[in-house]
Structure formats: C-alpha cells, structure tokens
T-cell receptor, first 114, second 115 residues
C-alpha cells in the first residue's frame, strides 16, 4: 500500500540555520503531497501542499517541491527561527480519489535554539 | 478553510469507563475522519465518519470499541469504550474541505490519559 517515509529526528538547529527534512513516498496512484506542522500542545496545521509533479508548495518561508522522478517531497527553509520548533509530518492522499484519508509519515521533531 | 473544534481538549479517565469526544466543524465538509496519535508516534486512521450511516473502520479498529456517530454534515462524535491504559493517546478529528479537494483540516485534538 501507499506509504510515507520521513527522516528520523530529532533535528536540532541554531537560529538562522538552513533546514531540510527529507520525505519520500510510495504510491500506486497519483498522490497529492502535504506537510503538516504540530506545535507543542496543539493539533495539526496544514503548512503547504503540492498536487502534481514539479509543483512547489510554499508557506511561511518553508518550501517543498513534488519530485516524481525521485518520489520525494523534501521540506526546506533557508533560515529557521525558534518559533519553528515543532513536529513536522509529511503526508499523502490519492489525488484521484476524492475523500480519502491522509497517510502520514512518522513525524520529525525540530528544535531550534537561539 | 474549515475551523474544527474538538472537546474535551484533555481528560483523565479510569480504566473501564468510556469517553465521548465531540467534533464540530464551522462549515460543511464532505468527509470527516478520526485519527489516533499514540505517544511519540504518527497519526493512524481509526475510521471515516459517514453522515447518517455506520462509520467505515480501518483494520484493527472495531465499532464496539470506537463507536462513531455523524448525525449531520458538521458534527461527529467518537466514543472510546471500556478504556484501558493502552488507549492513552491523542485523538484528532479532521474534515475534508468541500471546496478544496483533498485538503484536510484538523481539530486541536483530545489528549486522553487512562489510569
């Protein structure tokens, strides 16, 4: 079945460092890809998405490009802030099947220090 | 975007009791889902809440343990029945935005501890 693999955490960075969180997927169909963020004590928030190959999702300085050839959707940010400390989840859903639930990776914890 | 409210936000329960979690959406959503997030783990889909009919459960989850209702398009409940410490988790509901295909919005979750 479909699956998502994320890099293991935790990731610990200093403020203004460059961030990459790797995400690869396995899917039989044509997935839409998502990054969700979970701040301490809160639910999940959609960070960005991409629905087809070569699409780039971006939000709050974060970017991810849908790479069909490498089945990847890596999350990047050029300069992280302490407020970015959270758990980041990569997820997919089948783009051609409306109403399907999300399949999540295991999550990557990011800790940014000042 | 849809705003999803869940309550209670947290609870501490005794073994053998049941807890019902409510999920309210501020706009109509086509689908609603219930997920479980065990400590330090990712989200696992429990079931899809279907309006006016029985929920569709994922492998490993059964209606007797997790009865779900969805009486209308904007409201759903999940009951965790006959609880044990293994049920200690965060339970989240989500709604699929009817205007934005395949985008799900999540409630803040219910943090359940079973003693």
């Amino acid at each position: 079945g479909d699956s998502v693999t994320q890099m293991e955490g935790p990731v610990t960075l200093s403020e203004e460092a460059f961030l990459t969180i790797n995400c690869t997927y396995t899917a039989t169909g044509y997935p839409s890809l998502f990054w969700y963020v979970q701040y301490p004590g809160e639910g999940l928030q959609l960070l960005l998405k991409a629905t087809k190959a070569d699409d780039k999702g971006s939000n709050k300085g974060f970017e991810a490009t849908y790479r069909k050839e490498t089945t990847s959707f890596h999350l990047e940010k050029g300069s992280v802030q302490v407020s970015d400390s959270a758990v980041y989840f990569c997820a997919l859903s089948d783009r051609n099947q409306a109403g399907t639930a999300l399949i999540f990776g295991k999550g990557t914890t990011l800790s940014v220090s000042s | 975007s849809a705003v999803i409210s869940q309550k209670p936000s947290r609870d501490i329960c005794q073994r053998g009791t049941s807890l019902t979690i409510q999920c309210q959406v501020d706009s109509q959503v086509t689908m609603m889902f219930w997920y479980r997030q065990q400590p330090g783990q990712s989200l696992t889909l429990i079931a899809t809440a279907n309006q006016g009919s029985e929920a569709t459960y994922e492998s490993g989850f059964v209606i007797d343990k997790f009865p779900i209702s969805r009486p209308n398009l904007t409201f759903s409940t999940l009951t965790v029945s006959n609880m044990s410490p293994e049920d200690s988790s965060i339970y989240l509901c989500s709604g699929l935005d009817s205007l934005a295909k395949n985008i799900q919005y999540f409630g803040a979750g219910t943090r359940l501890s079973v003693l």
